[in-house]
């Protein structure tokens, strides 16, 4: 059974023999939840590749002490996945956002399209993006993950539109495209450093949003005959394209 991994603001100046302090929610939840014990086996990880592995040597109602055994530097691989994802209505959002990260996805970029339902402003902004943050974080421990997904800020269009420019290949998922998802590059050496995915709102993007993504790089693409939700689109395109790529070859 793979062992639980919780996350800690950093493990600059963790060696193996070392202790390292957990505190705050993070060894409540270790302690208090999950019931973790002295003597088992825990993961820590920063999000940013660094990993230890060690065993419970104390355990308070808000603090755990880990002795690590083993450190290792997890490297990023390639391709970087982003996926631009645009606001689904209700719960739809964080469960996006949850299985983007359980797939592999590295930053996830909400998006307020013109047919999106979901409307973030004010107070209600801020709160949507920290459970979208909060999603990712918990999903990326239950997956295991060593590098954690960016959640980023609310772009407009325009900030949209320069993340697909910004990218090595970018796939605009469109009902409506002739060309299908993996009409692109497949795996060898020559692959894409990166890849942006884009999703579109449960009411399709428009002709002026395809546009703009086409504009400046984007390459519209349909997933096949079927119309996918939102919430599950990405999830999709991700696992067709990884599937052709080092990282799942």
Sequence with gaps: MS????????????????????EGEEAHHAVAVRRLGVGEEVVLTDGRGGRAVGRVSATAKRRLEVRVEEMEAVPRVAPFVTVVQALPKGERGERAVEVLTEIGVDRIVPWAAARSVAVWRGERAARSLTRWRVTAREAAKQARRSWFPEVAELPTLRGATGVV??????????????????????????????????????????????????????????????????STAGLAAVAALLSRTPRWG
């Design 3 to 22: 062992l639980p991994v919780h996350l800690v603001p950093s493990l600059s100046g963790a060696a193996v023999g070392g202790t390292v302090v957990v």
């Design 165 to 230: 420019a910004a990218a090595a290949l970018a796939l605009v998922l469109h009902e409506a495209a002739d060309a299908p998802l993996l009409a692109g590059p497949a795996h060898t050496p020559g692959a894409p450093s990166e890849v942006v995915v884009v999703v579109g709102p449960e009411g399709g993007l428009t002709d002026d949003e395809v546009a703009a993504f086409v504009a400046v790089g984007g390459r519209a693409v349909r997933l096949g005959p079927e119309v996918l939700r939102t």
